[in-house]
């Protein structure tokens, strides 16, 4: 039993041009392996996918919650993508962000804007707290599941999610997703699941 290193939802060259290949076999091949690796030398190898939701909510600060949280964080940025992702969303989840942000425009700015001001490595989120939907933002490895909320949606804002493509440019690479990557259908299917 081990973690595992989850395939991609889409092949490496499926985002290009907005995230290229070489960004997509870094970041998926290098830095995601790389925590998947580290987190199986920790654990032995004698805990699995199954226990990762458990071990995050049960870990002490430190480097098995950090690598236990980058994975799940990572697998759940790559879901939160597709190669036909972007416009905008319909139904359910177009009405639920309407109520929460006054309009689908309103939330895709304040994402936006969070994830562009967040200072260092992090993540920025929509997430449900269980009363409403909040935009959000953490540190380094942080997660919504670590604060009682769900996540819906992700945004990596580490450096080496961007840096190939974007260089400093982390607005851009920020436009770029929410206009052309953003799978609408994820965040729909986790807002059902709320
Ligand atoms: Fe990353």
Redesign the pocket.
């Known amino acids: 039993m081990a973690y595992t290193l989850p395939d991609l939802p889409y092949a490496t060259d499926a985002l290009a041009p907005h995230l290229s290949s070489e960004t997509l076999e870094l970041?998926h091949g290098k830095?995601?392996a790389g925590y998947v690796a580290k987190l199986n030398n920790l654990t032995a190898g004698e805990a699995s996918d199954a226990d990762l939701v458990q071990l995050i909510l049960d870990a002490k600060p430190g480097g098995l919650l950090n690598n236990a949280a980058?994975h799940w964080?990572?697998s759940f940025?790559w879901r939160s993508m597709s190669p036909s992702g972007g416009g905008v969303p319909t139904g359910a989840l177009a009405d639920a962000l309407g109520q929460a942000f006054g309009s689908v425009e309103a939330f895709s700015k304040e994402l936006h804007d969070t994830a562009a001001t967040h200072f260092g490595s992090g993540w920025a989120w929509l997430v449900h707290d269980g009363s409403t939907l909040l935009v959000t933002h953490t540190s380094d490895a942080d997660l919504p599941l670590r604060h009682a909320q769900k996540a819906l949606l992700t945004i990596?804002v580490?450096e080496?999610?961007y840096y190939v493509d974007y260089r400093n440019r982390r607005a851009d690479y920020l436009t770029a997703f929410l206009d052309h990557l953003v799978n609408w259908d994820f965040v729909a299917e986790n807002l059902a699941s709320v």
Do not use: I, K, S, V
């Open positions: 970041h830095h995601h980058q964080n990572h940025y990596d580490w080496h999610a």
